[in-house]
């Protein structure tokens, strides 16, 4: 993901921040939003989930759903 990930944060400059944790490290992250499998990707507006899902997403899929909620 964190090629994937680069690339998306070069594409949108400022439109986004992208913060990735480590759940090894930070259990309470991972209890807190549910995680129950890495990589899992959650994107927040306003402090609200608006999306979030479980496993590899595409570059492109990921920028359209950032896209359609923005």
């Not at 992250?29 to 990589?39: C, L």
């Amino acid at each position: 993901m964190a090629p994937i990930l680069s690339n998306v944060k070069s594409k949108l400059g400022a439109g986004a921040t992208i913060i990735k944790i480590d759940v090894d490290k930070n259990p309470q992250a991972a209890a807190a939003y549910q995680v129950r499998g890495v990589p899992t990707l959650i994107l927040f507006k306003k402090g609200n989930i608006v999306w979030q899902q479980s496993g590899v997403v595409a570059e492109k899929e990921l920028l359209q759903v950032i896209q359609a909620n923005t």
